[in-house]
């Protein structure tokens, strides 16, 4: 292995400890291992395995990035993925100017201003996940997911880490009987429609596409709802402007006497959140925590 590191800076404010507690909720055993300093994750490109770790650094608007691969090739694509999934280019000033003008987002912007939206190492488990996750809580849908990796993954060797389980690719769920590890019949027909759909080049996670047009792609697929793919394209793509309007906490977030707001409600009350509903979508979620 290659041991390698990297500064990626950020513009302040920049609130590291959030995103590590979204992602060590949903944490999958094995693959990710996250504490209070820093997120850990096994990855391979090429059958061969690596692991990276990621930081913040003292005294700098920057976080770093430590990889062990062999191929020094893949680098780019390493940060890039890293980049996206610290939501490292996020112009959080303008993003908090905008926001900051409403009523429910006042407050929050305040407390929270160097939130940033959590994105994915990879486009298709982030999708698998979220269809896991429908209706259930993130705990089981992280419990789901590693039942998934465990008889699905494949095995590799990683060094010192010896034998690990990656996410299974997309050709491997197009046939498989998933049943087993816990969920119904029409959720693995789901998970079997999304990864026959990716192969096919059906539906994608370029980021040239736009959020409307990625919704109607992927809400052809059964049982993905606007909620499932707004949610994809959030930490996916990590689309600023998506947002998963149907979701019960976000019309709790904006009620005033406690009972959700009607969705046409919470949609008009978003319009004025464009492009950044990504970003009110985080800070409402963290509201109700």
């Given at each position: 292995?290659?041991?390698?590191?990297?500064?990626?800076?950020?513009?302040?404010?920049?609130?590291?400890?959030?995103?590590?507690?979204?992602?060590?909720?949903?944490?999958?055993?094995?693959?990710?291992?996250?504490?209070?300093?820093?997120?850990?994750?096994?990855?391979?490109?090429?059958?061969?395995?690596?692991?990276?770790?990621?930081?913040?650094?003292?005294?700098?608007?920057?976080?770093?990035?430590?990889?062990?691969?062999?191929?020094?090739?893949?680098?780019?694509?390493?940060?890039?993925?890293?980049?996206?999934?610290?939501?490292?280019?996020?112009?959080?000033?303008?993003?908090?100017?905008?926001?900051?003008?409403?009523?429910?987002?006042?407050?929050?912007?305040?407390?929270?201003?160097?939130?940033?939206?959590?994105?994915?190492?990879?486009?298709?488990?982030?999708?698998?996940?979220?269809?896991?996750?429908?209706?259930?809580?993130?705990?089981?849908?992280?419990?789901?997911?590693?039942?998934?990796?465990?008889?699905?993954?494949?095995?590799?060797?990683?060094?010192?880490?010896g034998n690990?389980?990656?996410?299974?690719?997309?050709?491997?769920?197009?046939?498989?009987?998933?049943?087993?590890?816990?969920?119904?019949?029409?959720?693995?027909?789901?998970?079997?429609?999304?990864?026959?759909?990716?192969?096919?080049g059906a539906?994608?996670?370029?980021?040239?596409?736009?959020?409307?047009?990625?919704?109607?792609?992927?809400?052809?697929?059964?049982?993905?709802?606007?909620?499932?793919?707004?949610?994809?394209?959030?930490?996916?793509?990590?689309?600023?402007?998506?947002?998963?309007?149907?979701?019960?906490?976000?019309?709790?977030?904006?009620?005033?006497?406690?009972?959700?707001?009607?969705?046409?409600?919470?949609?008009?009350?978003?319009?004025?959140?464009?492009?950044?509903?990504a970003y009110?979508?985080?800070?409402?979620?963290?509201?109700?925590?």
């Amino acid at each position: 292995m290659a041991l390698r590191r990297f500064r990626l800076p950020y513009r302040a404010p920049y609130d590291f400890a959030a995103l590590l507690a979204f992602f060590e909720r949903r944490a999958i055993a094995g693959i990710e291992t996250v504490d209070a300093q820093s997120y850990t994750r096994r990855f391979a490109f090429d059958g061969e395995a690596g692991t990276l770790r990621v930081t913040q650094k003292t005294n700098d608007d920057a976080l770093i990035l430590t990889v062990d691969f062999p191929h020094a090739a893949r680098l780019p694509e390493i940060r890039a993925r890293v980049q996206r999934m610290f939501d490292l280019d996020a112009d959080i000033a303008t993003i908090n100017a905008r926001l900051g003008k409403s009523t429910p987002l006042r407050s929050g912007i305040r407390r929270h201003s160097g939130q940033r939206v959590p994105g994915g190492w990879d486009g298709f488990e982030i999708a698998v996940r979220a269809v896991l996750g429908q209706q259930i809580s993130v705990a089981a849908a992280r419990t789901l997911a590693s039942h998934l990796v465990q008889n699905f993954g494949a095995s590799m060797h990683c060094g010192k880490m010896g034998n690990i389980h990656l996410f299974p690719e997309a050709e491997t769920l197009v046939d498989a009987e998933l049943t087993h590890i816990g969920i119904t019949r029409a959720r693995a027909a789901t998970l079997n429609a999304v990864a026959r759909a990716v192969c096919a080049g059906a539906v994608s996670f370029d980021p040239q596409q736009s959020l409307d047009d990625f919704v109607a792609r992927w809400t052809t697929l059964p049982g993905i709802g606007d909620w499932t793919a707004q949610y994809i394209a959030m930490r996916a793509m990590g689309h600023a402007d998506a947002f998963p309007a149907a979701d019960l906490v976000l019309r709790k977030a904006v009620a005033r006497d406690g009972i959700p707001v009607p969705l046409r409600q919470l949609q008009a009350m978003a319009e004025d959140w464009r492009p950044f509903r990504a970003y009110a979508v985080l800070h409402l979620w963290r509201s109700t925590s």
